[in-house]
């Protein structure tokens, strides 16, 4: 019995420590800030391995990662970056003007705004999933993003949530992050194991 507890708590105990570390390293490699994408991409990486292959170690595997996806992901970045800097430039423009008229502008905007968020659930997950080029990623991103909403809305509410708590307490950045990442994966991954259940379906008839 002694074995067992011993067993499991050293388990329980490398798992927190892998998480930590994971979520130290994503952080160290964010610093220059033009690497928070690939940084990203390199801790989703990493997950994907611990979930699919039973990869148990951190840092060979957070930096093959980070080269494997520093392109593709940097890329993206560049893209989300602008996308997001010119929503916020005009979200900054258009709800200062009160005219009646400029109602049907910010639903427009808001609709906009809600749909760039509810595409950005799948980025990471899927540039590690996956080796698809730039179109096919954004084509995925907004069709699995909205055919499976409730699974993106939870993603959406648990990372609102994940910000909140970082706001509050800069501290559990160096904590919550990793963590969050791997239920983000895993919701993610749930999503995609059902397409390519429902594709080879179609393939068998």
């Known amino acids: ?84 800097s010119l929503l916020f430039y005009d979200f900054q423009i258009v709800f200062q003007v009160t005219s009646a008229g400029f109602i049907p502008v910010k639903i427009i905007l808001v609709l906009i705004t809600a749909t760039f968020l509810c595409m950005s659930t799948l980025l990471f997950p899927l540039i590690v999933q996956y080796d698809l080029k730039l179109k096919d990623n954004i084509k995925n991103m907004f069709i699995i993003s909205f055919a499976y909403f409730p699974t993106t809305l939870l993603i959406v509410i648990s990372g609102g949530f994940l910000f909140l708590v970082v706001y509050i307490l800069p501290i559990t950045l160096f904590i919550l992050v990793s963590l969050y990442g791997y239920l983000h994966f895993h919701l993610s991954h749930q999503v995609f194991t059902k397409i390519e259940k429902y594709r080879l379906s179609l393939t068998n008839k």
């Open 1 to 84: 019995m002694n074995n067992i507890l011993n067993n499991k708590f050293y388990l329980l105990w490398e798992k927190a420590a892998n998480f930590f570390l994971l979520n130290l390293l994503w952080v160290i490699a964010c610093i220059p800030i033009v690497t928070i994408f690939p940084a990203t991409a390199a801790m989703y990486g990493v997950i994907r391995e611990w979930k699919m292959d039973g990869e148990t170690s951190v840092f060979k595997p957070f930096w093959n990662n980070f080269k494997l996806h520093f392109k593709k992901s940097l890329l993206f970045e560049i893209i989300w970056v602008l996308i997001a």
